[in-house]
Structures are given as structure tokens and as C-alpha cells.
């Protein structure tokens, strides 16, 4: 496998630093607009968010503390053929996702054939409870997130499957929105395809998967609570929808079914969007210190009293550890080649990867097969030999929790930064849907590493976010 | 809609109305102190907005004297004082935070830019030269606030708990104004009849924004039991009881179509006092023992629509 570093490839410039036919009319207006225009624009920008509450929650500072997530006024631009491979790819990856979902849960199938090892049933994320349960339409992820990265032209790789409770979809909606409020004359000019109908697409969804035998079905959003870090994303889906956003203490179990308090007394509710980890969803099944879900849940669940979005135990497809079968699934499943590539990836539980691992982990990435959010990495390039000696200690002392992958070079975008307009690197998370069909809207959250030269996206670790435009493929000259 | 939800609104609106007349109460007893030969010591005219906050000893046990200084900062800025204004405002918009999504855009941003700027005024500090300005401040981001909530909030129930609470919270406001400064600038018994302090009176008034509103009801002098009438039983006065019980019964009788019937034997009782009362009778029963009793019994209808309608059930 090659690990050299390879040159970086920037969006806007290409390989050979000649403009990308995608980006020749936005170089062109960024290349007049002055410096003192771009940052008064993103002045506004944070203004507008901070009025509006666009905010997101951090953990462990003073109480409500509330951050923004760093705007950037510069998009990442897609072409129409660019995103229509990603998007038929994504579509393609979560079809083969849900399938093995399915089966885990089922029969089993691609163990037997000897695809995927039987270890795999020893992830935490895998959920007994929900052995031999059918769920409406066999849909495990209803909503799925997909990030992306790319290292040339031709070259996306998928980093990772966000199979739980993925966030982020709101910052799409709403660059976007921002955008075409700063740059209405950007949007006269480019033909840039819509995204705004996402609530609506999420909604048809979660109301075609209710239980069978409900005609006009109830949907609610259950969060956290006002001090999740999401929660702004949680209140803006619910009102986007016009469904209830609930807190696990509206709703309680009678009959074997899902009710809410309401100022009219109770009623029932049929399809839950949940944004509540599976370990706090129910007491009585899984963590019983927890009071942000609803005792008996589960139990409901099992029987087919509701439906809940995502399912319960997606978590055991979208571990790192599983992350690397993915190509197989799409194989198995489907009987198709997969569209995206995975990252190469080495499991540090085999003996010959590990050696290899060990040997050049300098070179590498490694990761906690369950860490998310940027925590729990080692990135050998940028690590001292301390945080490589001690990754090595925790790597020996269980194989089993970590992969590797070689560091890529992430693509850069132009963004705005203090000194200016200067490339930053970026990844891709395009929303894919599930429910009658699987499908995406023409759009994705780009977040981008602000600091010159970070791979880290994370906004929990000071990453920001850009509009994502995927263009129509006629454009008006 | 859901218990909780309209337990939010209801509250948002009660905070709001709250911090309002906080603010005319400050308003109003600063401007009096300004006048050269007030009758009263300096301690005098700064305990009463503590009293009718119902915080006196709070107040003494924290900063002990009543001066200007002291009960500006406990009553507007106090952070620890869970009658401030800032408190109420704070609270304000933690409630809004949790019921965003059941508003309209507009209410959320207006009670979070309110909020957003009040953070900025406190960290600039706002002492007693600032202060009329502060409390002008406070009185329109409340207009402001209903002015949005009538233009552009859905009619549902929702809307119905909101403007619940802002009546609920008014008539208990405006009641302890009058029962407090009433008491406060009579004559002494043996005084009756003696000159009665005619700015004193009228920034009363002013407190309530019913100063235009008493000239035009009465073509008269002012005098205090004509004050009282025109707080307690003019319908047409928008801070008197009488006007808060017309706007609080329909709300009831629509909210009560499912459930609740009590609320509405409660409300529709404070109601016909007001609509039918008379001021003598109330005079000779005495306007103190009235407005204990008025205070009670509102404060009982809050339970009870507390209890009927925005309590989730323990679990």
C-alpha cells in the first residue's frame, strides 16, 4: 500500500493549478470581490446565526455555553456527473448497509458464507434484543450520513458509515439558506440544485415505515433535551416537519403502545425519529440510570407498537471494525461492484496487519473501532513519539478495539480564513434517506479543517462548515 | 398539544409580563424619589417594590439597607434573585429554547435577541443614570415580544397558553401594585381630606400606563378611589383586572371544551366580581382585604390550570 503523502488536491484549482471547469465562473467573482466584502459578509453570517440560534451545545463548559459552528461565505462546489456517481454510490452503500442489518438480525446469511467473521456479533453495538425482530420494510437506517473524502479528481473514498443518530443536516439547510440571503446574485448565476425539500423527504419516509394498519400515522422527534449539543438540529427538523418535538418524559407505554401527554389528554404515537442513543432510550432494557428515555419502549418496539428511526442496534454496521466488510455487503447483497471505495484500512486484530501497523505507525491513522467525533485517534504524521508510544501500548493491550488507514491527503477548498482566501481541508457528508426508496437530495454538509493544514473536521474540535452546491447539469451562460 | 410544551409557552409569557412590570415598578419608584421634598425617607419609597415582589426578607438578609443603589441592582440585575428582571428574563428564554419549534420564527428570535442584548447591557453595567432607559427598554422588548406573538403566531392552543399566562401574570402584578402603593400614599386617617401628593399619584398611574387612559375615563382630578376603579373594575383599561378576567375566561372556555372544568368555575367566579362588583361594596369590605382575597384566588386558578392542563403526570 502506498503511504506517501501525495500532493494535496484543491476543489477549486485542480492538480496542475488550472481553474476546474466546475469553479471558472465562481474563481472568476471571488477573484473581484474584495477581501474587506468577503469578511463583512461572514461578519453578517455570524450575526444571523447568532440571532437565529444556530448553535450548538459543548459539553463540560460553563452551563449553556453555546458555540457557532464556524460559517465559511466560500461553497464547495460539485459538478452534476461528480454527484450523481456519489449519490448512486451512497444510495448503493446504504441499500447494502440496511440488507446486512437485516440479516445480522436474521439469519445470519453472510457469516455463514464466511464473508464477515462471527466476531463480529461481540461488538458492543450489536443488540440481542433485537434478534428475530422485523422491523416495517426491513429499513434499519432510515437516515444515514456518509462521509466522504477525496484525494484527486476521480478519487472519493468513503471514511465512514454514521448509521445511528448522524447530525449535521440542518447546517446544510442552513448554509444554504445563509447563502442565498449574503450572494443572492451567486445563485441568479449559477444554476445550484435545491435542497430545501429534505424535511419533507424525511417525513414522507418516517410515515411510510409506521406500523402496518395505520392510516394516518403520528410521527414525533424525541431529543435529548435543550442541553443536547444537537438540539438545535432536533428543534429545527421537528418544526421544519410540523411534527411534536418530544423529551422522553411526554411519553409513556399503555396497551402495548407509545403514548404523549397532550393538553387533551393522551395520544398515541406511531413512528418515533429518535436522536436518543440506543443506551438511553429505554431503562428497563438498557441503561437504567438514564432519564431521557421511556420505560418499556423497547418492549413496544419488539412487538410492532411503533416504529422507531433509526432501529435499535445500527451501531453494529457502522463500528470501524465493520466499516471494512462494507464492499463485500455491497457485493453479497446486491451482487453489484461497489460505486465508492473504502479507505484502505488494516484490522490491527489480524497478525500481519499488525505487524505491518506497528511497524510504520508514524505513517498512519489509527482509530478506536467505536470512537467518533475526532476522539480516541492517533494521526502519526502530526503525533509526537510520546502519543505514538503510547498508542502502541493501548494497541498491544487490545487489538481487537483499533484499525489503521493510511493518512490521506484530504482535499483542500478555498476558504476564508484570517490572513484570506486559503485552501482548507474538507470532507463530505451527504444525508441518504430510507423509507418507500432510497434516495439523497442534491446536497451535502462540507465541514472544513480551519486551521491550515488539520484533517480534523470535527466542530466539537473547532472545525467549520461551507454550502455544499451541487450544480444542474445545464447552466445558463 | 403537548403538556409540556404548553407548560413552556405559558411560562415564557408569565416571565415576560413579569420582567415588564418589574421594570415599571422600578421606573415608577425611581421617578418618585426624584422629587425634591418627597414625603418619604429614601428607605420608605425603596422597600415597597421589594414588598409587592414578595422578597423582603431575601432582600434584607442580602443586602440589608433599602436604597436606590441596593434595590436597583437586586431587582434588575441580581442573577441570585429569582424575581430580577434579568432572572425572569433569563428564564424567560430558557423557556422559549425548549419550545422553539412551537412558535413562530419571529417570537424565537425576538426573545433570543432579547436576551442576547440583555447580556451585553449587563456586562456594560447599567447604574441609576442608565436606569429609565434600561426599564423602557425592557417594557418595549415586551410590547415587542406580544406585538409578534399577535402578528404572527398560529391560533392554536399554543397561542391560547401563552396569552394565558401573560393575563394570569398581570392581574397578580397589577393587584400587588395597587395594594401595596395604595396603602402607601393614602393620608394617614387623621389626614383625610388633607392634599394628596398629585405627582405621587400619577406616576401611579404612569407605572401602569393608565395615565392618559384615567383623564380620559374621568375628566377629573385624580383621586385615589377613582384610581382603584379604574384598576380594578374598567374593562376597557387594559392592565385592570377586570380587563385581564375578559381576556382570560373565553381563553379558558376554549381550552376547557376538552377537559378542566374547574378551571373554568374558578375563573368565570373572579370574573363575574369584577364584571358585576361594585366599588363601594368593595371599598367597605375594605380594597386591602379585596385584593388579598383577588390575589389568592388568581393565584389558585394558576394551580389549577397548572394542574389540569401542563403537569405531566409523575412517572
Redesign the interface.
Known sequence: MNTQRQPMFDEMHGADAEIRAVYRDYAGWLANSPLDYLQQKSREAEWLF????ITFNVYGEEDGAERLIPFDVIPRILSHGEWQRLAAGAVQRVRALNAFLHDIYHGQEIIQAGIVPATLLTNEMYRPEMQGVDVPGGIYAHIAGIDLVRTGEDQFYVLEDNLRTPSGVSYMLENRKMMMRLFPELFRRYSVAPVEHYPQVLLNNLRAVAPPGVPDPTVVLLTP??YNSA?FEH?FL??QMGV????G??L?IKDNAVF??????NKRVDVIYRRVDDDFLDPLAFRADSMLGV?GLVSVYRNGGVTLANAIGTGVADDKATYTYVPDMVRFYLGEEPILANVPTYKLADNDDRRYVLEHLEELVVKEVQGSGGYGMLVGPTSSREQVAEFRQRILANPDNYIAQSTLALSACPTLVEQGVAPRHVDLRPFVLSGNTVSLVPGALSRVALREGSLVVNSSQGGGTKDTWVLNEVQPC | MLSRTADHLYWLARYIERAENTARMLDVTHRMSLVPNAAQSEAALWRPPVMIAGDLAAFEGEYGRYNAASVLRYMALDENNPSSIVSNLGRARENARAVRVSMSSEMWENVNALWLELRQRIRQGIGEGALSEFCDWVKSMSHLFRGVTYGTMLRDDGYRFLRLGTFIERADNTARLLDVKYHLLLPSPDDVGGAVDYYEWSALLRSVSAFEAYQKAFHDTIEPWKIAELLVLHSNMPRSLHACFDEITPILEKLCAARGWECLRQAGELHARLHYGRMEDIFQGGLHEFLQDFIAHNNALGAEIQRTFLNAPPH
Open positions: 447568532r440571532r437565529v440560534g433535551g435543550a438540539y428543534a421537528a418544526q411534536d418535538l418530544v423529551e418524559q411526554d409513556f404523549m401527554r397532550t393538553t387533551e389528554g420505560p
